[in-house]
C-alpha cells in the first residue's frame, strides 16, 4: 500500500484491508495476549494477517514492538513503516512517535503528553489509565487488562468485529475462562469509548473477506515440532537457547499429550541437556542406537556441535538439527532474525565435511520438512539440518493446514536379525552395494552373532575395522560423495516462477513473501519481470543448476551480510560464478519487500551486459517515482 | 588379543569351556590389543572380558562405548559381538545418554580415560553421574594423557612428576568422590594390579541395574611408571589398601543360599544378585551413605589408594523408567505406535483457526 505514505491528517481516500500496526508496549507487560486477540480477530475476519514480534532479550521492563500487517492481496512479509502506532509503553512512547512516518495515526494515553508532537500525524489520544478503572475493579489485573482496552479501541476505530475480537479472545484463553471474563469488558469499554468520543480522519479500516477459511496461525516453531511429532521422532535432546527454545518445549508439550499409550508409557524420551556439545552427542548416540533423533539450536549451538556433526557424517550416523537461525556473530542480537548460518551449516565441521539441509518457507514447509528431514537423515545415515529462523520460528504466520502425513516413515537401510539369516552373516557395514554410495547398517541389540560392528570416527574399511591406509581413505570419501550426488536427487526441489525473463532471482526461507511481493511490485511498477526460484534444499538439486543456466543475471537474495549462499553456489555450482550478484539485508529484522526492490533496481540500471534488463527498464519509466513498501 | 592370552584366576580355574548362555571365553574376545606392552588398560580388558564370560552377558544386548585416548581405544578389543562406538574426546556419556533413549534394554559398558572424563569431558562426566543410566563407566586412570604422550591429566596427584621432570603443581580430580557427591549409585576404586577383587566388582557392576562407575588405577607403562609418579604400578602396589575381599553371586547362582557366610556382610541387589564382602582392614558397609562419604575423606587424608566397593545404592531407578518410556526400544518404533490419528492432527488445526 503506497497512496498513504505521503499522506497528510485528514485523509479521505479509504485504506481497506492493506495496512500495518505497531503495538510498542513492555516487555512482561503481558500484552502478548491483547496482539494476539487482535492478529486473530482480523485473521477471524477473513482478511490475511501476519504477526511478528520484536522483542528485547529480557524478561521484563525493555521496549517489545508487536506488529501486524494486515493485507487483502495475502503478503506477509514484514511492512517497513506502521501506518498505526499504538504507544503503550511510556518509557518508549517519545521515541516511537519521533520515528513515526508522516501520516501515521498514533493511539497513546492522553497523560503522556504527546499531542504537541509530530503535528503530521493523526493523534488519538486515549484515557487508557482511567478507562481501565472501570474496566477492571481487580486492582493487580489491571496491568494487564489495559491491553485489552486497545484492542477495544482499535476495534472501534479501523472497523475491526467486535464478534471476531471476542472469538479470538476466547481460543486464546481457552483454558482460563475467568481470564475471558476479565478481559472481555475492557475491549467493549475500549470500543465504546472510541465510538463516542472519537472522530475518525484517518484512512484504515477493515472489511471482513474470506481469504482465512482454510487457514490457521501458528509459529514455525510449533509447526516444526508437530511435524516431529507426527513423523516418529523419538529421541531429543536439547538446550535452551532463543530463538529455538520454543521448539523443543512445544515438542514435549504436545507428545506428553499425543505420544503417550494407555498405559502411561511414552514413545519418546526427552533429555535437556547440559550444553549442546551433549544434546548434539546424545542424538548421535540415540540415531547410532536407532532412533529418530533431533535436536534444536541456534547459531551457538551449531558452533558448539561442530566436532560432533563432523563425527555424525563421517561415521555415517543419522540425526537431525534444527538451526533456529539468529543475528551474530557471537551472541549478536539473540532476539532478532538472520539467515546467518548458511556457511556455518552446510559446511559444518573439519575436514571435507558438507551437509544435507532444507530451507522451510513457511509453517506448512516447517511441519512436512520435519518429517522429510528425519527420512533423509535415515535413508542417507547422516546428520540432516533444518535451517530455520527467528523469524519462522517464533512469529505467528498464517499458514495452510498441514495435511495428514499418510506414508510409513522411511527407516533407510537396516538390516534386522532376519535379513542377516538370509545373508548367512554376511554383510559389510560400509560397502556401497547398490551403488548410491549408501551402505547397510544394524543397530545395536540385533540379535545376530554377526550384526554388531565397530562404529569410529577414524579411518576405517567397508568392514568398519580401523585403516590409515591411503587407498582405504580416498575410496571411503568418493564414497561419501556418491552418497551425497544420491542426495541430491533425494532433497526437496526448489518452487520456480518462470515468466520467461532472463533475470533470475534466487532466494530461500522466510523471505519468501516479501520477495514475491517486490516481484510483483517490480512488474506492476517497473514493468521487469524477473523469474523466481525458491531453494529448498542443499545440496543443489538439478533444477536449481538449470535455473542459473537458462538466465544472463541471477540475483540470490539473503538475510547476510557476507552473502553467504551466493558463497556457496559459486563454489558448489562455478560454471554460474559470473552470473551471481547479491541483494542483502542485515539489520536484524525481517526482509521487506521495499528493501528487494530497491537493491534490484540500483544494480540492475546499471547492468551492462543485459540488454535485455535495459529494455525492461526504459519501458518502466512512467512508473519511477512509485516506490515500492519501504 | 589381549585378554584371552592372560590365564584365569584360581578362583575360576575349574570353569567349563562354555558359560551358562552356551558361549565359549573366545566369544567375549575383541580384536588384537594395540597398546604399549604391559599397559594396565589391556589388564582391565581383560577382566572385562571375564567377568562378562562369567555372568553369561549375552554380547548382543551390549554396546560398548568410549571417547577417545588409549583407553577409549580398548572396546574394540573386548565384546566382538557387541555394537561399539569409539566417539569423541570427552563425550561418551553423551552419546551414552542418546544410546539409553533409543533403547533402554541395552547394558552400556563404557571405557574412558581420566583425560577423557576429568579434563574435557568433565561437563559430561558430571551430568552422567546425575542421570540413572544402565551403563558401566569405567575410568581408566594413568594420571596422564597417554594418547598424547604423557601430558598431566586432572587426576594426577599435586607433586607428582612427569616423566620429563616437571612437577604437577595442581590438585587432583577424584572421580569417585565426585560421582559418590552427584549421586551415582555404585561407586569403586580398583588397581588394575589386582585382578580377582576387579574381576567381581566388574561382575557386580555389569549385574547393577544402574550407573555403576569404576576409577580403575591402571598405569602407563610408557608415561607415566617411573619414580616420582602416583600412578605408577610400583606406587599403586605399595600404597593400595583393599577394603575387603570382594565377592559377587548373580541371581542365579542356586549354590549361594546353600554356602557359609561366615562373617561376610552381604549387599543384595535389586535384581536378587549379592556382593559379598569380606573386610579387611575395618568394617565398613559400602551401602551406609555417610560411611562411604567418611571412608572417601579419610583414604584422601590418608593418601592410601582405598580400592573396593566405596558406595552402592541397591535400589535405584532408570532413568528411562522414571521418564515412562515404553518398554519396546525406542528404535524400533514405526508409525504404527508413534504417529497420533487423524483426528489429533485436525483437533489442532482447528484449534489454531
Ligand atoms: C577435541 C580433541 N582435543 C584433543 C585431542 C587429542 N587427544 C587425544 S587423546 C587425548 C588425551 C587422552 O587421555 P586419557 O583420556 O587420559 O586417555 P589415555 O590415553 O591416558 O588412556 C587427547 C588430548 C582430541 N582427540 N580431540
Ligand atoms: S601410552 Fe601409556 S596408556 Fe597408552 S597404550 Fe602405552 S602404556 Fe598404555
Ligand atoms: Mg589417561
Redesign the pocket.
Known amino acids: 500500500m503506497t497512496t498513504a505514505t505521503a499522506a497528510p491528517p485528514q485523509n479521505t481516500t479509504k485504506v481497506v484491508n492493506d495496512f500495518s500496526f505497531s503495538i510498542a508496549t513492555a516487555n512482561g507487560s503481558g500484552s502478548q495476549t491483547a496482539n494476539m486477540v487482535l492478529l486473530r480477530g482480523l485473521f477471524k475476519m477473513g482478511i490475511p494477517v501476519s504477526g511478528k514480534n520484536m522483542f528485547p532479550s529480557n524478561i521484563q521492563g525493555l521496549p517489545t514492538w508487536f506488529t501486524i500487517r494486515v493485507n487483502k492481496d495475502g503478503w506477509i512479509g514484514r511492512a517497513t513503516t506502521p501506518d498505526i502506532i499504538v504507544c503503550m509503553n511510556p518509557e518508549s512512547a517519545v521515541e516511537d512517535v519521533e520515528n513515526a512516518r508522516k501520516g501515521a495515526v498514533l493511539i497513546y494515553d492522553d497523560s503522556l503528553g504527546l499531542s504537541k508532537m509530530r503535528p503530521d500525524c493523526i493523534h488519538y489520544p486515549v484515557p487508557f489509565k482511567k478507562l481501565v478503572v472501570d474496566a477492571c475493579p481487580d486492582l493487580k489485573l489491571r496491568k494487564l487488562v489495559i491491553n485489552m482496552l486497545y484492542v477495544g479501541v482499535c476495534s472501534a476505530l479501523f472497523n475491526i468485529s467486535e464478534e471476531s475480537l471476542v472469538a479470538a479472545l476466547e481460543s486464546q484463553l481457552k483454558t482460563k475462562p475467568k481470564a475471558v471474563l476479565a478481559n472481555k469488558p475492557a475491549i467493549q469499554l475500549g470500543r465504546k469509548w472510541a465510538l463516542e468520543n472519537i472522530k475518525k480522519v484517518d484512512a484504515f479500516s477493515c472489511e471482513p473477506l474470506n481469504k482465512t477459511s482454510n487457514k490457521i496461525i501458528i509459529e514455525g516453531n510449533a509447526a516444526t515440532a508437530l511435524g516431529l511429532m507426527f513423523n516418529g521422532c523419538t529421541a531429543v535432546a536439547w538446550y535452551p537457547i532463543t530463538p529455538s527454545s520454543s521448539l523443543c518445549e512445544s515438542l514435549e508439550d504436545y507428545m506428553r499429550d499425543y505420544r503417550v499409550n494407555p498405559d502411561g508409557k511414552r514413545t519418546f524420551a526427552v533429555v535437556q541437556a547440559e550444553d549442546e556439545i551433549a544434546a548434539c552427542g546424545m542424538i548421535t548416540g540415540a540415531g547410532w542406537a536407532g532412533a529418530r533423533a533431533f535436536t534444536s539450536t541456534s547459531g551457538p549451538g551449531v558452533s558448539l556441535m561442530n566436532?560432533m556433526i563432523g563425527l555424525g557424517y563421517f561415521a555415517e550416523i543419522p540425526f537431525v538439527i534444527c538451526n533456529v537461525a539468529r543475528t551474530g556473530p557471537s551472541t549478536g542480537l539473540p532476539t532478532r532474525t538472520m539467515q546467518g548460518d548458511i556457511i556455518s551449516v552446510i559446511y559444518a565441521s573439519h575436514g571435507d565435511t558438507k551437509h544435507v539441509a532444507v530451507f522451510p518457507s513457511n509453517p506448512k514447509e516447517a511441519f512436512e520438512m520435519a518429517g522429510i528431514a528425519l527420512d533423509l537423515a535415515e535413508q542417507l545415515q547422516t546428520p540432516v539440518f533444518i535451517n530455520s529462523d527467528l523469524d519462522l520460528g517464533m512469529n505467528y504466520w498464517m499458514s495452510d493446514r498441514f495435511d495428514y502425513p499418510t506414508g510409513p516413515i522411511k527407516r533407510g537401510k537396516v538390516l534386522h536379525k532376519e535379513d542377516l539369516e538370509k545373508l548367512k552373516g554376511q554383510w559389510a557395514r560400509y560397502k556401497d552395494v547398490d551403488g548410491d554410495g549408501i551402505g547397510y547398517r544394524t543397530l545395536p541389540g540385533t540379535d545376530h552373532p554377526n550384526a554388531a560392528y565397530f562404529t569410529r570416527g577414524t579411518g576405517h574399511t567397508e568392514q568398519a575395522t580401523y585403516s590409515e591406509k591411503a587407498t582405504d581413505w580416498k575410496k571411503n570419501m568418493d564414497r561419501l560423495t556418491r552418497k551425497f550426488n544420491t542426495a541430491k536427487t533425494l532433497v526437496p526441489k526448489p518452487v520456480i516462477e518462470n515468466k520467461g525473463s532472463t533475470i533470475g532471482l534466487l532466494y530461500f526461507g522466510t523471505t519468501d513473501s516479501s520477495v514475491r511481493e517486490a516481484a510483483s511490485i517490480l512488474e506492476q511498477q517497473h514493468g521487469v519481470r524477473i523469474d523466481l526460484c525458491r531453494l529448498r534444499a542443499f545440496p543443489f538439486s538439478k533444477e536449481v543448476e538449470d535455473f542459473l543456466d537458462k538466465h544472463a543475471v541471477v540475483y540470490v537474495c539473503e538475510m547476510n551480510r557476507d552473502a553467504q549462499m551466493a558463497m556457496v553456489i559459486r563454489a558448489e555450482l562455478p560454471n554460474a560464478a559470473t552470473k551471481i550478484r547479491s541483494i542483502l539485508h542485515y539489520d536484524g529484522l525481517p526482509l521487506t519487500a521495499g528493501v528487494v526492490v530497491s537493491e534490484f533496481l540500483a544494480q540492475h540500471k546499471n547492468e551492462p551486459h543485459s540488454t535485455a534488463v535495459a529494455q525492461q527498464l526504459s519501458q518502466a519509466t512512467s512508473a519511477v517515482g512509485s516506490k515500492g513498501r519501504d | 588379543m589381549a585378554g584371552t592370552t592372560e590365564a584365569a584366576p584360581p578362583a575360576e580355574s575349574k570353569q567349563p569351556q562354555v558359560n551358562l548362555i552356551g558361549l565359549s571365553k573366545k566369544d567375549y574376545g575383541g580384536l588384537k590389543s594395540t597398546l604399549c606392552i604391559g599397559c594396565g588398560?589391556d589388564l582391565i580388558t581383560a577382566r572385562i572380558i571375564d567377568a562378562c564370560y562369567n555372568l553369561g552377558v549375552r554380547p548382543e544386548n551390549v554396546a560398548k562405548l568410549s571417547?577417545?585416548?588409549?583407553?577409549?581405544k580398548t572396546p574394540a578389543y573386548f565384546l566382538n559381538r557387541s555394537h561399539g562406538f569409539n566417539s569423541?574426546?570427552g563425550r561418551m556419556p553423551a552419546i551414552a545418554t542418546g544410546v539409553q533413549m533409543a533403547n533402554k534394554n541395552l547394558k552400556m559398558i563404557a571405557v574412558?580415560?581420566?583425560?577423557?572424563s576429568a579434563n574435557?569431558g568433565m561437563g559430561h562426566f558430571v551430568h552422567v553421574m546425575r542421570r540413572n543410566l544402565n551403563l558401566l563407566y569405567i575410568v581408566?586412570n594413568?594420571g596422564?594423557?597417554?594418547?598424547?604422550k604423557g601430558q598431566f591429566?586432572a587426576t594426577a596427584d599435586k607433586g607428582s612428576k612427569q616423566k620429563s621432570g616437571n612437577v604437577n603443581p595442581n590438585e587432583p580430580i577424584d572421580l569417585c568422590e565426585m560421582a559418590y557427591m552427584l549421586g551415582c549409585g555404585f561407586v569403586a576404586r580398583l588397581f588394575a594390579g589386582n585382578s580377582k577383587q576387579m574381576t567381581s566388582v566388574i561382575e557386580a557392576a555389569i549385574a547393577y541395574k544402574g550407573l555403576a562407575f569404576l576409577d580403575i588405577i591402571s598405569p602407563?607403562v610408557t608415561f607415566n611408571n617411573h619414580e616420582g609418579s602416583t600412578k605408577s604400578f610400583a606406587y599403586a602396589k605399595g600404597n593400595e589398601e583393599p577394603l575387603h575381599d570382594i565377592g559377587f553371586v548373580p541371581a542365579y547362582d542356586p549354590t549361594y543360599m546353600e554356602m557359609d557366610h561366615g562373617e561376610e556382610r552381604e549387599i543384595t541387589l535389586s535384581d536378587g544378585s549379592h556382593i559379598t564382602l569380606k573386610a579387611l582392614s575395618k568394617d565398613f558397609d559400602p551401602s551406609d551413605r555417610v560411611a562411604a562419604g567418611n571412608q572417601i575423606m579419610e583414604a584422601k587424608h590418608s593418601k592410601k589408594i582405598l580400592t573396593g566397593l566405596i558406595y552402592v545404592n541397591p535400589k535405584s531407578e532408570l532413568l528411562m523408567d522414571q521418564m515412562q518410556v515404553i518398554d519396546t526400544p525406542l528404535s524400533l518404533l514405526t508409525e504404527k505406535e508413534t504417529r497420533p490419528a487423524e483426528s489429533v492432527l485436525k483437533q489442532i488445526m482447528d484449534d489454531l483457526a
Request: hydrophobic fraction near 20%; include cysteine; glycine fraction near 20%.
Open positions: 566436532e | 588398560h571417547g577417545i585416548g588409549c583407553s577409549s569423541v574426546h574412558s580415560g581420566d583425560g577423557d574435557i581408566e594413568n596422564v594423557y597417554g594418547l598424547t591429566s602407563c
